[in-house]
């Protein structure tokens, strides 16, 4: 579709703020000169701002990798709610659909106007970027019998509310599983295991196909049992029910199976088929049933993943229309079709819109918009969604949003032999009211219970077993060793900080900095062996721009790693520049 990206849009606005003296990615690439390229005029060796710590240990980096936090398991759709047994009639098992009728049914056009700010999906992302390759099935569990999941005769995942309890066709969970397969089967380099994936997948596609519901031109994979959420209001269904976000994921199950080269011709052009059919539910409005996708009153696009009984009302889920949204990504990719741009532009331009109200700010977002309820299982999959919407747009608002949620209620989570380097002097420590572990519970509320003042003559180390914000508080680490175990003490850089490189975040393509005009900022290297490191302090005349790949919280701070000119390799602290603008 025609229009102005919203990428471009962003760095002619970048430009101005920057007083005109950006220094483009291309002109890098290129070898053109820039004040930023060239010598670093001004540097020089910085007055130690380490106030009293070694240089050794300021610098240094534990001699491991950047910590990264792995990802929680993907959410449970049904959690907090209760299922029970349809009170109606559910649809019977259909014979295999006509792909060609399948083609001929899509709708030729949008379901409604909506806002669209020119987001575009980039073609060129490196396969680890890609949607769903974060999320493999693992071996141990591609034959799963737990409290919630079992496989049926077909070897179709089904969801139970408890062990002993009936089992239901789930799409989502059955559609994610799938994806999971998927993902597997491609790394996969055992014949024999990598089969079992692909057959997986292929069983949890073909009962999606034989459960689908075909109406007003479009395929709706149904729910098949009653489901009352116990908070949620308005999330109380009888089967059979729909959900937006089994819709988009639909798409994606379906275009990357027949993406690969192990399934026949007759395979691909079915899953192609089921594709299309998928992809027309999002073009259907909600002047009829069963819909999922909507506009709201201020003109912004939302694909439900719990809609409401009557038009236009809904939970406005955020998660569930971002993992939806990725099927729309796979399928533009695959098909290039015109009303999937659109509505890919639309979706994205909603979360951007709606960003403050999922942000909840210095602590835990919002799951929904509807009830604005801070729900800690999802805060961190809202970091990992906005970070793959930084790459699926490569716009960098995401990536700022990703900052954002990031800072805000971080990853407790730290590597064992993680230390807290102390500066000499007095420090404050602290001891809240949390779980064994020093997590958050919520009838607890991280009260405070005690404090005291140490001193320590020189400085020292202690190790720790958590990182995280303290309700209604900064950053704190949890010390886990020695005298001081179960303390707590307050993130301040340079006079308490965890060693090391946590919470990395991959820039795709490299975002822009800008060091401001006539103010010195040092930048950091850290030596490759763990213990050598420089700084180097520069002053530009002018605004001048850099490009980095990648953010991580390096010895307590938030820092962006420089990929270009002859500050290559050196980070900068956030609070010492702008970053796209901000």
Same mark, same amino acid.
């Given at each position: 579709?025609?229009?102005?990206?919203h990428?471009?849009?962003n760095?002619?606005?970048?430009m101005?703020l920057?007083?005109?003296?950006?220094?483009?990615?291309?002109?890098?690439?290129t070898?053109?000169?820039?004040?930023?390229?060239?010598?670093?005029?001004?540097?020089?060796?910085?007055?130690?701002?380490?106030?009293?710590?070694? @240089?050794?240990?300021?610098?240094?980096?534990?001699?491991?990798p950047?910590? +990264?936090?792995?990802?929680?398991?993907?959410?449970?759709?049904?959690?907090?709610?209760r299922?029970?047994?349809?009170?109606?009639?559910?649809?019977?098992?259909?014979?295999?659909?006509?792909p060609e009728?399948?083609?001929e049914?899509?709708p030729?056009?949008?379901?409604?106007?909506?806002?669209?700010?020119g987001?575009?999906?980039?073609?060129?992302?490196p396969?680890p970027? @890609?949607?769903? @390759?974060?999320?493999?099935?693992?071996?141990?569990?591609?034959?799963?019998?737990?409290?919630?999941?079992?496989?049926?005769?077909?070897g179709?995942?089904?969801?139970?509310?408890?062990?002993?309890?009936?089992?239901y066709?789930?799409p989502?969970?059955q559609?994610?599983?799938?994806l999971?397969?998927?993902?597997?089967y491609?790394?996969?380099?055992?014949?024999d295991?990598?089969a079992?994936?692909?057959?997986?997948?292929?069983?949890?596609?073909?009962?999606l196909?034989?459960?689908?519901?075909?109406t007003?031109?479009?395929?709706y994979?149904?729910y098949?049992?009653?489901?009352?959420?116990?908070t949620?209001?308005?999330?109380d269904y009888?089967?059979?029910?729909?959900?937006?976000m089994?819709?988009?994921?639909a798409?994606?199950?379906?275009?990357?199976?027949?993406?690969l080269?192990?399934?026949?011709? +007759?395979?691909r052009t079915?899953?192609?088929?089921?594709?299309?059919?998928?992809?027309?539910?999002?073009?259907?409005?909600?002047?009829a049933?069963?819909w999922?996708v909507?506009?709201?009153?201020?003109?912004y696009?939302?694909?439900?993943?719990?809609p409401?009984?009557t038009?236009?009302?809904?939970?406005?889920?955020?998660?569930?229309?971002?993992?939806?949204l990725?099927?729309?990504?796979?399928?533009?990719?695959?098909?290039?079709n015109?009303l999937?741009?659109?509505?890919?532009?639309?979706?994205?331009t909603?979360?951007?819109r709606?960003?403050?109200?999922?942000?909840?700010?210095?602590?835990i977002?919002?799951?929904?918009?509807?009830?604005?309820?801070?729900?800690?299982?999802?805060?961190?999959?809202h970091?990992?969604?906005?970070?793959q919407?930084?790459w699926?747009t490569g716009?960098?608002?995401?990536?700022?949003m990703?900052?954002?949620?990031t800072?805000?209620?971080?990853?407790?989570?730290?590597? +064992?032999?993680?230390?807290?380097a102390f500066?000499a002097g007095?420090?404050?420590?602290?001891?809240f009211d949390?779980?064994?572990d020093?997590?958050?519970?919520?009838s607890?509320?991280?009260? +405070?219970?005690?404090?005291?003042?140490?001193?320590?003559?020189?400085?020292?180390?202690?190790?720790?077993?958590?990182?995280?914000?303290?309700?209604?508080?900064g950053?704190y680490?949890?010390?886990?060793?020695?005298?001081?175990?179960?303390?707590?003490?307050?993130e301040?850089?340079?006079?308490a900080?965890?060693?090391g490189?946590?919470?990395?975040?991959?820039?795709?393509?490299?975002?822009?900095?800008?060091?401001?005009?006539?103010?010195?900022?040092?930048?950091?290297?850290?030596?490759?062996?763990?213990?050598?490191?420089?700084?180097?302090?520069?002053?530009?005349?002018?605004?001048?721009n850099a490009?980095?790949?990648r953010?991580?919280?390096?010895?307590?701070r938030?820092?962006?790693?420089?990929?270009?000119?002859?500050?290559?390799?050196?980070?900068?602290?956030?609070?010492?520049?702008?970053?796209?603008?901000?």
């Amino acid at each position: 579709m025609a229009g102005t990206s919203h990428s471009a849009v962003n760095r002619r606005r970048f430009m101005h703020l920057a007083g005109g003296a950006a220094v483009a990615a291309t002109a890098v690439a290129t070898g053109s000169a820039t004040a930023f390229a060239a010598t670093v005029p001004g540097a020089r060796t910085p007055v130690d701002p380490f106030r009293g710590i070694s @240089r050794s240990l300021a610098l240094s980096l534990p001699r491991r990798p950047a910590f +990264e936090p792995p990802l929680p398991p993907l959410p449970n759709q049904l959690e907090g709610g209760r299922i029970a047994p349809p009170s109606r009639r559910v649809p019977t098992p259909r014979s295999a659909p006509d792909p060609e009728a399948v083609q001929e049914d899509v709708p030729t056009s949008l379901p409604f106007t909506f806002n669209q700010d020119g987001y575009r999906a980039v073609a060129d992302l490196p396969e680890p970027m @890609r949607p769903w @390759r974060d999320r493999p099935t693992l071996w141990e569990n591609v034959t799963p019998d737990t409290k919630n999941t079992f496989l049926d005769a077909e070897g179709v995942i089904q969801y139970r509310s408890d062990f002993g309890q009936p089992g239901y066709d789930q799409p989502v969970t059955q559609i994610q599983f799938g994806l999971g397969c998927i993902t597997s089967y491609r790394i996969e380099q055992d014949p024999d295991r990598k089969a079992l994936f692909l057959t997986r997948a292929k069983a949890q596609a073909k009962r999606l196909i034989d459960t689908r519901v075909e109406t007003r031109g479009a395929w709706y994979f149904p729910y098949p049992f009653d489901f009352t959420h116990s908070t949620h209001s308005g999330v109380d269904y009888q089967a059979p029910w729909y959900s937006g976000m089994a819709q988009g994921e639909a798409i994606s199950l379906f275009i990357q199976l027949a993406q690969l080269d192990q399934v026949t011709e +007759e395979e691909r052009t079915l899953y192609r088929a089921a594709a299309d059919g998928a992809f027309a539910s999002l073009l259907r409005a909600d002047d009829a049933t069963p819909w999922v996708v909507n506009r709201n009153s201020a003109g912004y696009l939302w694909i439900q993943e719990y809609p409401g009984s009557t038009p236009g009302a809904g939970d406005y889920t955020y998660n569930g229309m971002i993992f939806a949204l990725f099927g729309l990504w796979d399928y533009i990719l695959a098909t290039g079709n015109e009303l999937a741009v659109a509505l890919f532009d639309g979706a994205c331009t909603t979360i951007d819109r709606y960003f403050p109200l999922l942000r909840n700010q210095r602590w835990i977002s919002y799951y929904c918009q509807t009830h604005r309820i801070p729900t800690p299982s999802y805060h961190q999959h809202h970091i990992n969604l906005f970070r793959q919407l930084h790459w699926q747009t490569g716009g960098p608002r995401f990536a700022h949003m990703t900052d954002q949620l990031t800072d805000d209620y971080p990853s407790a989570l730290v590597p +064992e032999g993680s230390a807290i380097a102390f500066a000499a002097g007095t420090h404050t420590l602290y001891q809240f009211d949390t779980d064994a572990d020093g997590d958050y519970v919520a009838s607890k509320g991280d009260t +405070e219970l005690a404090r005291k003042t140490v001193t320590f003559t020189r400085a020292t180390q202690a190790p720790a077993n958590r990182r995280r914000r303290i309700m209604d508080r900064g950053i704190y680490y949890r010390i886990s060793a020695g005298a001081y175990t179960g303390w707590w003490i307050g993130e301040y850089y340079p006079n308490a900080f965890l060693l090391g490189e946590y919470l990395p975040t991959t820039c795709h393509p490299d975002r822009t900095l800008t060091f401001p005009a006539n103010t010195e900022v040092t930048c950091y290297r850290f030596g490759t062996d763990g213990s050598i490191g420089s700084t180097r302090t520069v002053n530009f005349a002018n605004p001048s721009n850099a490009p980095f790949d990648r953010r991580s919280i390096v010895n307590g701070r938030p820092m962006y790693r420089i990929t270009a000119g002859a500050l290559t390799d050196y980070w900068v602290w956030t609070g010492d520049v702008l970053t796209d603008g901000n």
